[in-house]
């Protein structure tokens, strides 16, 4: 349907069981969900469709193995099943990555491993071989036999023979598995095309924004026009990511869930790291004891990323400090390897929608979602359910779970489950699909 057909319908019937605010992964794919499950939902986004932090990942669907130093171990069970999934339903859109990752000590991140979990704060430095070797059997558990290759350690002799440009100074290498979104941004339109094609009443609108909201009733901005529409949904989904309390202030509702931190990436066309990645990502403690990556996309290199405290979430951009920070980081892998801007393509930030937290560092907060209900009040007789954290890979057990509770709040059933079911192209997509293991639960 025509954007301005959809508009005047609205306008017709303003009538919305569900309405989402936001068109990220997050609330693209409870839109998806709710429309399986015949509930009558709108979707509106500010600006265009995955244009805010879904554009700005690293585009890799993982079950978080540094996760695990901080306990989150239901977590990292989950995403690993999600990113296994995204192997199988979206196999046009996501291909195995295989990992590089140097140890530069046998020993050392024993201490701070063993401090997380007693829940002891401390903060992390490297991580040795050996706390590398027991995450991994973990990870390797979690992920189910057969989804992707296990890991293997190599000896520094192997690894200097067969990696040329490695860092001598490493003890070892690991290499293990997850996954590469190729085009995170083609996955969000196909699925909200799948939930357009899935139910009549499932409809989506960019450009969109949330205006002011009293009583029943929400009135949004048609960005394109200036022109307002009021809509009256039974429940509101905040799917606003990092703009989630800002979303909550213009409906008149106060709250305080959000403490993003802003990741930066270059992409630079650099030929010869290319070659030296040999299709790996690498994936390293740097020198101030922060994960760093870097991996080809198509016949550039994706370097990232930092991760400060960042408040606006309309302003987020990669500053000097930080290309600085990223470029030099990739010579603690190459130390020889000549790299500077005028090899940078481009460069992209976006804002972690992460819970407000008092870690000591801001790796140290948790990547888990959550779904926060504030109940109707305020003036308005609506809950408003907020999407606090979520990863790109776990989009899908994440809207799963709020649909679940999307469908008590109006009395509904499930009928339709998103497990095993394909997103866009990947219902017709050629390539060999990964196995995934047998059972695996949610
Ligand atoms: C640097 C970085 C690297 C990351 N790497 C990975 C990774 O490799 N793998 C992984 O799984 N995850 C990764 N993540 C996490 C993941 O990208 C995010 O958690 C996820 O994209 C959040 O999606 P979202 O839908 O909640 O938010 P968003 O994608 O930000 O969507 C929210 C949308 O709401 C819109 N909006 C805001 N206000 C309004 C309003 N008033 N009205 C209407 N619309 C509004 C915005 O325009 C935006 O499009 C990374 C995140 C960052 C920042």
Redesign the pocket.
């Known amino acids: 349907m025509l954007r301005t057909d959809l508009l005047e319908q609205l306008r017709k019937n303003p009538a919305v069981s569900v309405l989402i605010?936001?068109?990220?992964?997050?609330?693209i794919g409870v839109l998806r969900d709710l429309a399986l499950q015949g509930v009558n939902a709108l979707l509106?986004?500010?600006?265009d469709f995955?244009?805010?932090?879904?554009a700005?990942?690293?585009?890799?669907?993982?079950g978080g193995i540094r996760y695990l130093e901080n306990g989150e171990f239901r977590l990292v069970r989950e995403a690993l099943h999600e990113r296994n999934r995204l192997l199988v339903n979206a196999p046009h859109c996501v291909e195995p990555l295989p990992i590089t990752m140097p140890a530069y000590s046998w020993m050392k991140g024993f201490f701070h491993a063993a401090s997380q979990f007693l829940r002891l704060k401390s903060r992390p430095g490297d991580r040795g071989a050996v706390v590398l070797k027991i995450g991994m059997a973990l990870y390797d558990a979690y992920s189910g036999k057969g989804a992707l290759p296990l890991h293997r350690f190599v000896s520094r002799k192997q690894a200097l023979a067969e990696r040329p440009g490695l860092n001598p100074k490493i003890k070892c290498i690991a290499v293990y598995y997850d996954a590469k979104i190729l085009y995170p941004e083609r996955l969000c339109l196909e699925l909200i095309l799948d939930a357009e094609r899935s139910s009549p009443g499932a409809r989506a609108l960019n450009y969109?924004?949330?205006a002011s909201a009293h009583g029943d009733t929400v009135t949004l901005r048609d960005e394109l026009t200036g022109a307002t529409i009021d809509v009256q949904p039974k429940i509101v989904v905040n799917?606003?990511?990092?703009?989630i309390d800002?979303?909550n202030s213009?409906m008149h509702r106060e709250s305080h869930l959000i403490g993003g931190t802003k990741?930066?990436?270059l992409v630079v066309d650099h030929p010869e790291l290319h070659k030296l990645c040999q299709g790996h990502m690498l994936f390293y403690v740097n020198t101030d004891a922060r994960i760093c990556i870097f991996y080809p996309l198509g016949h550039r290199v994706l370097i990232?990323?930092t991760d400060i405290p960042a408040d606006d979430p309309d302003s987020a951009i990669c500053t000097e400090d930080e290309t600085d920070y990223l470029l030099k980081s990739v010579q603690h892998v190459f130390p020889d390897l000549q790299l500077d801007r005028s090899q940078i393509v481009y460069t992209f930030s976006?804002?972690?929608?992460l819970p407000r937290s008092d870690a000591l560092t801001t790796g140290q907060i948790s990547r888990d979602h959550s779904d926060t209900i504030l109940p109707p009040g305020d003036g308005l007789n609506f809950a408003i359910h907020n999407?606090v954290?979520?990863?790109?890979?776990?989009y899908r057990a994440f809207a799963e779970q709020v649909t679940d509770r999307l469908l008590g709040e109006l009395g509904q059933q499930r009928v339709a489950d998103t497990r095993s079911l394909p997103v866009g192209g990947g219902a017709t997509s050629r390539r060999p699909r990964a196995p995934v293991r047998r059972g695996s639960s949610r």
């Not at 605010?21 to 609330?27: E, K, S, Y």
């Not at 509106?44 to 600006?47: F, L």
């Open positions: 605010i936001g068109g990220g992964i997050n609330g509106v986004e500010k600006s995955c244009a805010g932090t879904s700005a990942s690293g585009r890799v669907a993982h969109v924004s949330v799917a606003t990511g990092a703009w800002l979303a213009a990741g930066s990436h990232g990323t976006g804002i972690r929608p999407l954290g979520g990863k790109w890979t776990t």
